[in-house]
């Protein structure tokens, strides 16, 4: 890989308190890779995505974000939720959701500009979801909830993005023009950690793979991690051997 | 009709409870809508109640004009205690909040019982007195008013931001107990300018029914804030001309900041109505 890294985890171990979550991460996410991070239900994916963000401390060892700390790389980095932690009573519209990706840049006590509702306008309509800019957030379906967010990150311009799950519960033509964008931000340079439970889209979709289970059971190209061997490792008991023919992973 | 609205505002003291009652409208209904975004009708109600002592001793030191700062500085204290204990989520803050406001109100109570005008004092701090309001009480309620103006101009997509998804507001580098502070200080100003008018236990519906009803009406934020605002005032100026009237031309006292509140309510109930009979239609 030439391109320069956007993300090092250097032996990083995330913990809440003393509690450990995570250990040994070990890797690298270059620029305009995607890495999948895959692993059993409280395997820590959500948490590594946390503690790329900063809001989870590094207990030892060291996550690199653009070069520095995860917490002094905020600006650069953008997150997607998981679009069902979201009420959907709330009364803003789709395009205000997606304005919000706008707020680091135009900072404090500024109102948005031209520029801004258009970048804004420009990302809703790269998730195919120009059509439903005044709508009200919570009336759209989740696949299509997950594009907003999806969306609100984009329009932020990221450096290196950040998915949660965006997959889960996912109709099929969200599923596509989820996929279908963070490709194109990748492929504009981005560096995109998605964390997911479908191991078929993450061999088909992803430069890389981070398998966990509470500790790092593999991270590299998906041909590589994605092994019955570390599999079995990684899943345990949710592991379900096929005789000869291969091993099925069962979702928790 | 409009003898009804506009005639028992001759007076110079209707005059000044009509300017104080629309002034706490819009501003309560303003601030209310981030009360019901955020779901903080629970801590608007402790911070009310723990103002009761503040106004008490203010009152016991120097009379009326200690009133305003008595509760400034209790509901300060009490806001800056209930971010801080929301912000270390040890604790459950529904229980630690019920707790304190017991606790606050009670030492007014004390307070205030050893009064020989027990009664009446008690009475005008729970539940105000907007009919002997004075010029200096509705100043007080104008800077709030423009202060409210200034925080939700300057930080209002930040509050929104936090009201809507606070985990995506702190992973973008946001301070989010730095504006819950910001937004939980304005509540509690907006409660001490209504000490005097509504009292502390009426505030919370001049708070929570405007936005709620306006709620009901519109999904798009902006036009539920203008409608709220609009609730607040008409609600207001209905509230004293109907406390007035029954008084005055009928002889039936009618308190007027519970008239004010019984307003806000009847619309509320309306408007609750007139959608539930629409579903009805609709089936």
Known sequence: MSRPAAIVFDQASVAYGRVPALEQVHGTVHQGEIVALVGPNGAGKSTLIKALLGLVPVASGSISVLGRPPALARRQVAYVPQADTLDPDFPVSVAQVVLMGRYRRIGWLRPPGRADRDAAAEALAAVGLAHRAADRFGTLSGGQRQRVLLARAIAAQPAALLLDEPFNGVDAVSQEALLATIRALAAGGAAVVVSTHDLGLAQLTCDGICLLNRHQFGFGPPGEVLTPDLLRAAYGGAALELGDRGLIVARS | ?283
Not at chain 2, 172 to 185: C, E, K, P, Q
Not at chain 2, 247 to 272: C, E, M, N, P
């Open chain 2, 1 to 283: 009709m409009i003898d009804f609205l506009v005639t028992p505002f001759d007076r110079p003291y209707m005059t000044r409870a009509l300017v104080e009652a629309l002034l706490l409208g819009a501003l309560c209904g303003v601030v209310g809508v981030y009360v019901l975004l955020r779901r903080l009708a629970f801590l608007t109600d402790a911070v009310t109640h723990t103002v009761f002592p503040g106004v008490v001793v203010g009152f016991l030191v120097s009379g009326r004009s200690g009133v305003v700062p008595g509760a400034l500085v209790c509901a300060v204290a009490a806001v800056a205690l209930f971010t801080a204990i929301a912000a270390t989520r040890r604790v459950n803050e529904d229980t630690t909040l019920a707790v304190l406001l017991t606790a606050f109100f009670a030492v007014g109570v004390i307070l205030i019982s050893r009064q020989r005008s027990y009664t009446a004092d008690l009475t005008a701090f729970l539940f105000g007195h907007i009919l002997t309001i004075d010029t200096a009480d509705i100043v007080v309620t104008a800077v709030v008013a423009v202060l409210a103006g200034l925080v939700l101009l300057g930080l209002g997509k930040e509050l929104l931001l936090r009201a809507f998804d606070p985990e995506w507001a702190r992973a973008a580098g946001y301070r989010i107990t730095a504006l819950d502070l910001v937004s939980n200080m304005l509540i509690a100003l907006v409660v001490v300018a209504s000490v005097q008018a509504v009292g502390t236990v009426l505030v919370i519906a001049m708070l929570v029914v405007p936005a709620a009803a306006a709620r009901l009406l519109s999904e798009r934020l902006g036009v539920i804030v203008a409608v709220a605002v609009l609730v607040g005032m008409a609600g207001a100026w209905l509230g004293l001309a109907t406390s007035y009237e029954a008084s005055v031309g009928h002889d039936v006292r009618l308190a007027a900041g519970a008239t004010i509140v019984l307003v806000l309510v009847a619309f509320y109930a309306l408007v609750t109505l007139g959608q539930a009979s629409r579903r009805l239609v609709k089936r």
